[in-house]
């Protein structure tokens, strides 16, 4: 067990719906990443946090996407107007410190089905 | 940008025999390598890594990596595969700008014949 944990675990939507995930980091770990996973695939970068700044975004992450981490600690990850290519496993990450000994550990993910 | 390949899609192995899961890398600088395995509908578990040091690189669960330099390479092995060792591996390397998002690879399916 890594300590991340995510919620919901599985989500079902209908196209055009919103939907958000959140993400609970190890505990005082600061910085927090959130990743795509779609089907045969590897894990791609979204975005991150260091605290409770977010520090970079993909340009994965269109416009009805957003990411926050309000107080430096749990993250929410919000779509908005869901289309069926948002279907995929988003998977979050966090770790502690950011130097060259720097490990990210995941949580299971969220199943997201975009009907 | 730093990037890994996985060559192979199925790695099929029988119980008790030696497992090696390939990957070769691409950066600009030093190589920050890893290897995570992931388990049906469960998030990725770190297994191990590469910054600097020895070439041999021990991890969890009686899992070990080769870094070799000139060949590009940071292979996964076991010497003796459990069928519990079923699973999705990937391989993944950091990326230097500061931001330290990794970069994975397509990963590579292990079955363990019993």
């Known amino acids: 067990d890594t300590g991340v944990s995510q919620d919901p675990r599985h989500k079902i939507t209908k196209r055009g719906q919103n939907v958000t995930f959140r993400c609970d980091p190890i505990?005082?770990?600061?910085?927090l990443y959130w990743y795509r996973q779609t089907l045969g695939q590897g894990p791609e970068f979204l975005t991150y946090?260091?605290?409770?700044?977010?520090?970079?975004k993909s340009r994965l992450l269109s416009d009805r996407f957003s990411a926050e981490r309000p107080k430096g600690s749990f993250s929410t990850l919000e779509i908005q107007r869901t289309e069926q290519g948002d279907s995929a496993m988003y998977l979050c990450a966090s770790s502690l410190g950011g130097g060259i000994q720097e490990t990210q550990y995941f949580g299971p993910g969220t199943r997201l089905l975009v009907l | 940008a730093q990037s890994v390949a996985q060559p192979e899609d199925q790695v099929n192995v029988a119980e008790g025999n030696p497992l090696t899961v390939k990957c070769t890398y691409s950066v600009s600088g030093n190589p920050y390598l890893f290897w995570y395995v992931q388990y049906p509908n469960r998030g990725l578990q770190f297994l191990l890594k590469y910054i600097t040091g020895d070439n041999l690189v021990k991890g969890s669960y009686g899992f070990e990596a080769e870094f070799n330099k000139s060949q590009t390479s940071f292979h996964l092995k076991k010497p003796s595969a459990l069928v519990s060792d079923s699973a999705l591996y990937f391989c993944?390397?950091?990326?230097?700008?500061?931001?330290?998002?990794?970069?994975f690879g397509k990963g590579n399916q292990v079955v363990v014949i019993p």
């Open positions: 505990s005082e770990h600061n910085r």
């Open positions: 993944a390397v950091r990326d230097l700008r500061g931001n330290n998002r990794l970069a």
């Open positions: 946090f260091q605290n409770e700044a977010q520090l970079e």
